[in-house]
């Protein structure tokens, strides 16, 4: 499979490339990324269309800057994409969605199976204590990460709005309010500190009793090799909008 990694001289680009270099069948035969790099077995350019090689898969870990001429590019030369860069906004996933119809596109907050696996926790958590527990979100990312709340604190979070039927909103600072929570939010905060991979928290509060489902990331590896098996996984697919659920079954 040759691949080409976009965002290749940050730390998950780096973590990707580290990971391909452990499977035989996958060779890196390009970078994308606008700090020039030499210290690499392969070229690297500072946009896709400059890319010397036709690769078979392209993994994103850039910024969102990158993704319109990404898209452009996977569109006009039919190359699947693994999009793992967060931060994006509506009219950006608006995008992801209209060029799926052409190509096979992988689009997740998180590539961790661990993490995929307590959406459908938290999901079934959801359904059945419905609106009797007050429901919260605690996230922790090391103090170098831009966006917040994270991009699977949403995940996270859009997962209850849908199973409860949108009647939940979400709070992200209630120093400007002073009055009780409200019983339909879902309070999301943002701890950022360290060098902290990722920690992610659902906390369903009740009368008298407190669940909490967690999931902590203890090393980057986790998320390259989930786009690498998200890699494996387009290579044989058709147009469309894929996630790690397809994956999981």
Known sequence: MKLVVCGCSGCMGRMVVKAAEKHEDIEVVGGIDLEKCTEFGFPVVDSAENLTIKPEVIIDFSNPRALTSLLSYAKNNKIPLVLCTT?????????IKENSQIIPIFFSGNMSLGINILLKLVKEAAAVLKNDFDIEIIEKHHNRKIDAPSGTAFMLADEISDTLKN?????????????????????????RGGNIVGDHEVIFAGKNEVITLSHHA???????????????????????????DDILG
Not at 87 to 95: I, W, Y
Not at 180 to 191: L, V, W
Not at 227 to 243: E, N, Q, V
């Open 167 to 191: 009647q939940v909103w979400y709070s992200y600072d209630r120093h400007s309010r002073r009055k009780p929570r409200d019983k339909n939010e879902i309070g999301i905060h943002s701890i």
């Open 218 to 244: 203890q090393s980057r590896e986790i998320f390259a090799d989930g786009a690498i098996k998200a890699a494996r996984f387009l290579c044989d697919k058709g147009a469309g909008l894929y996630c790690m």
């Open 87 to 95: 931060g994006l906004d509506e009219t950006q996933v608006e995008q």
